[in-house]
T-cell receptor
Framework: NAGVTQTPKFRVLKTGQSMTLLCAQDMNHEYMYWYRQDPGMGLRLIHYSVGEGTTAKGEVPDGYNVSRLKKQNFLLGLESAAPSQTSVYFC???????????FGQGTRLTVV | AQRVTQPEKLLSVFKGAPVELKCNYSYSGSPELFWYVQYSRQRLQLLLRHISRESIKGFTADLNKGETSFHLKKPFAQEEDSAMYYCALWGPSNAGNMLTFGGGTRLMVKP
């Protein structure tokens, strides 16, 4: 049982490049989330999904897009990367929309 | 809007000493609070939740509504407790129901 898996683990982008982060969960969870983690700021919610085919904005959605075409996958896209998007990105999922979430191992993204 | 504050970015104690990681929150409703932990090179995981009133790995946390606090405590720290700890609040926000995390406290337990 892999839980929540994120791909890739590390990435370096040049300003203006695009990329997609993939999150996959095998727990049949309805809810999935993308967070970014920055020093001293904790984790901030970027986007989330309450089920297949749905997405919603979180606290800091600007510059990101998401898609949930399949229940087990939640994709986070950066259309035109900026240095301010240098961060560690975490995906999470939960069975119900409550506080107990299961997290992926994180993706460290650097935009130069 | 709900907010979670962890005033200490770093807490350093010796093995065997008591530990208290502070968490304060602002929320107008009835809060549901959690502590998450991230050990080195591991993923973030749930440590405990206030509704369970449980003790996990010797840690406890009591919700104090009067002081709007949810401090994490352990009477005798162990080296393996060294990690990053996040307090989180579940509740409604402008972005819908969500977990709001504090800035985190790094706990270092010295031998």
């Amino acid at each position: 049982n892999a839980g929540v898996t994120q791909t890739p683990k590390f990435r370096v982008l040049k300003t203006g490049q695009s990329m997609t982060l993939l999150c996959a969960q095998d727990m049949n969870h309805e809810y999935m989330y993308w967070y970014r983690q920055d020093p001293g700021m904790g984790l901030r919610l970027i986007h989330y999904s309450v089920g297949e085919g749905t997405t919603a904005k979180g606290e800091v959605p600007d510059g990101y897009n998401v898609s949930r075409l399949k229940k087990q996958n939640f994709l986070l896209g950066l259309e035109s990367a900026a240095p301010s998007q240098t961060s560690v990105y975490f995906c999470a999922s939960s069975y119900v929309q409550r506080g107990e979430a299961f997290f992926g191992q994180g993706t460290r993204l650097t935009v130069v | 809007a709900q907010r979670v504050t962890q005033p200490e970015k770093l807490l350093s104690v010796f093995k065997g000493a008591p530990v208290e990681l502070k968490c304060n929150y602002s929320y107008s409703g009835s809060p549901e609070l959690f502590w998450y932990v991230q050990y080195s090179r591991q993923r973030l995981q749930l440590l405990l939740r206030h509704i369970s009133r449980e003790s996990i790995k010797g840690f406890t946390a009591d919700l104090n509504k009067g002081e709007t606090s949810f401090h994490l405590k352990k009477p005798f720290a162990q080296e393996e407790d060294s990690a990053m700890y996040y307090c989180a609040l579940w509740g409604p926000s402008n972005a819908g129901n969500m977990l709001t995390f504090g800035g985190g406290t790094r706990l270092m337990v010295k031998p």
